[in-house]
């Protein structure tokens, strides 16, 4: 690995031209929105996406760093079963795009939207629905943004460690940072990491880690703030393709190396990798997590939640919604939904044929999230092209950037359209919104990275929290307001905080009963189902005891917020009023 | 009221895009739980084995995830293809907005 990186200028050169790419597309789309309205162009793109566009900003942002190091990292530890747990990505396409795609686009064009929040306060006429959904986001969007900022600027540091100037930055930054912290001002909190020294075996330490955000802080929020929806999606495009170009270069050339170390890949490589213990190394996969398992197969319930988990969440994620407002019409639609199949084909599959293929050719490793970058050294240096690395390192480079820039101007949308435009200055000119909106999403995303200065420890676990906690606050609302006339804004409000609440209670629990950040597990029920034995009957006892045998109070948070979600909506809806007529005139019927 | 209710409801039909949209959601849901019913009962039945058993392959890909995982994608794909290409219906998504709608907004 040092090897190859004290002669990785090529990979650098190869990365570089990337991110040249990257703001020249930013640029050109910033010179696109000259001529348009700006709230319009700079939030939506002026609702014109076509096929390609449509199809890979979907794929991109919904693809983060999970899929490109948190996944690999699991496929390493657990083997083949992962093909499994990731395995309704077969049907992500279809059910995340076809479900409210065509809907949601329709209201949108109906309300003038260009927000979630905006679709909802229209068909609902409720300026608080509007408000919470606003804020649901903002909360949610601001904890994911700071996981994203850690995993760009923890890629950019394998890429850059061996580089001199990169070095001397680091110094630099360190030694500066000693002389803060030593102040004992507030500063520390933020400036007493960046001092501390590489841990034993790390190439780089915390002050190569801010280096790291501080550029990668750079890249990002500049081109998202200059060039805006149109900039976000064209820069989607083309990390879209760095992704599976990415993953279709490697798969063959695992396989070729894994046939090189003489392994018979018919029956070896199943062997020896399908069977791999579980250990505690990721809780990624601890909802209820695969440590659950005897033999090394994933829990049935856990493969159960993962199959809705997929599918259903990337349906209701506001940023994905935003994007189902912004194509151009169904027949864009339709094909998108089949290229975004293919995509997801080219790449998630090969993902777990590749990191298998990575525990026979790099077994010992320790830090198995390093293993996509080791992989991509490997490999490279094993064809002897250098180059390429440059190429397989861009990639989940490229997948972090494609979310992070979508999740920016998500927050930025929200407090600018949402908020300042509807409750403070209704009469705000299209000059002041301008000014406020880059404005905004610069200090969101500087923001962000001050947060991610001390990097929070449980990366993965933020994502899944803030990626079902959107997905449990929005599923049933957004879906009952686009499919049932008879759904009001009273079940809309009860079951979007009802699913928040839930969510936030069972991670809470999880977090009092265990010390960290996840749910609560089954052992966790059976331990307070022991601590009320004595107060109820041996009746009672024995039925929650076969409930939790069931397995059933181990399903992923996700599906238990939106089973009470569903639950609270019918029941609401059923004892309160009707929605006024003309809306459901609006929104359900035409005229004959 | 009553009288304005039935003026309405022959004035107006259901929104043919919310019926194509609603016809297509349901389809969705049908295709993704036969999906769930043949994958994870054929990856547990073939794949959850104890420990230290012989596992059988096909093409070095362990038999219960080519039979439970890869074929069904595939065979997703081509789902996929039809839905999209010969199933959804290409409904036009302009506004559909009327005047004697904000009458009735105003109403």
Known sequence: ?592 | MAQQQNEHEDQYEFDPVYLNSLREAIVILIIFFVFLGYCIPVCFYFGNRPSGDEVPSLFGIPAWCFWGVLVPWIVANFVTAWFCFFYMKNDPLESDEDPDLDQVNQS
């Open chain 1, 1 to 592: 690995m040092d090897k190859f990186f004290n002669n990785s200028n090529a990979a650098l050169l190869t990365f570089a031209v990337y991110i040249l790419a990257v703001f020249l597309l930013a640029i050109l789309s910033g010179q696109f929105r000259k001529k348009k309205s700006f709230l319009s162009e700079y939030f939506l793109g002026s609702r014109s996406l076509g096929m390609w566009a449509f199809a890979l900003t979907f794929a991109a942002t919904a693809s983060s760093g999970g899929s490109f190091i948190g996944f690999p990292s699991l496929v390493y530890t657990h083997g083949w079963s992962l093909a499994l747990w990731i395995g309704s990505y077969m049907l992500v396409p279809l059910v995340a795009m076809g479900l409210f795609s065509k809907r949601i686009n329709q209201f949108a064009r109906k309300s003038g939207a260009i927000t979630v929040p905006d679709i909802l306060l229209d068909r609902f006429k409720s300026p608080t629905l509007g408000l919470i959904s606003t804020v649901l986001i903002v909360f949610f969007m601001i904890f994911n943004l700071i996981a994203q900022f850690k995993a760009g600027s923890v890629i950019l540091q394998t890429l850059l460690s061996e580089i001199q100037l990169f070095q001397n930055a680091e110094s630099t930054v360190q030694s500066t940072a000693e002389a803060i912290a030593k102040n004992g001002s507030v500063l520390e909190y933020f400036f007493g990491f960046a001092a501390k020294l590489p841990e034993a075996g790390q190439a780089t330490g915390p002050a190569g880690y801010i280096v790291c955000l501080l550029v990668f802080t750079l890249t990002v929020v500049i081109y998202t703030t200059y060039g805006g929806f149109r900039a976000v999606v064209w820069t989607d495009v083309l990390q879209g393709f760095v992704m599976v170009g990415g993953i279709v270069v490697m798969l063959p050339l695992a396989i070729w190396a894994v046939n090189e170390q003489g392994f018979d890949l018919s029956s070896q490589l199943a062997n020896q990798t399908s069977d791999l213990k579980y250990s505690s190394v990721n809780s990624y996969t601890t909802l209820p997590g695969p440590s659950d398992s005897m033999n090394g197969f994933l829990p049935f319930w856990l493969a159960v939640s993962f199959f809705f988990f997929w599918t259903f969440a990337s349906a209701s994620q506001p940023s994905n919604m935003v994007r189902m407002m912004a194509f151009k019409d169904s027949k864009t639609l339709s094909r998108a939904i089949f290229t975004v199949s293919v995509y997801y084909s080219l790449i998630y599959f090969p993902i777990v044929m590749i990191f298998c293929c990575a525990r026979v050719l790099l077994p010992d490793l320790q830090a198995s999230d390093r293993v996509m970058p080791e992989m991509a050294a490997l490999l490279t240096q094993m064809i002897e092209m250098p180059w390429l690395a440059g190429l397989l390192v861009a990639a989940p480079f490229a997948a972090v950037m494609s979310t992070m820039d979508s999740f920016l101007l998500m927050i930025s949308s929200s407090i600018v359209r949402d908020i300042y435009h509807k409750w403070i200055n209704p009469n705000a000119s299209e000059k002041q919104l301008k000014k406020l909106t880059y404005m905004t999403t610069l200090l969101v995303g500087f923001g962000a990275a001050v947060a991610a200065m001390n990097p929070p420890q449980f990366l993965q676990d933020i994502i899944v929290f803030t990626g079902a906690g959107l997905a449990t606050c929005f599923l049933v609302p957004v879906a009952f307001a686009l499919y049932w006339p008879r759904f009001n804004r009273q079940a809309a409000i009860a079951s979007m905080v009802g699913g928040f609440l839930i969510h936030v209670v069972l991670y809470a629990a999880g977090w009092l009963l265990n010390g960290k950040m996840g749910p609560a597990t089954a052992q966790n029920y059976r331990q307070i189902l022991g601590n009320y034995q004595d107060s109820m009957s041996e009746g009672w006892y024995q039925f929650f005891n076969s409930v939790i045998d069931t397995g059933l109070p181990s399903l992923h948070p996700f599906l238990i917020g939106t089973f009470f979600s569903f639950v609270i909506a019918i029941f609401v809806c059923y004892c309160t009023r009707r929605p006024e007529r003309e809306i459901v005139l609006k929104y359900f019927y035409v005229k004959k």
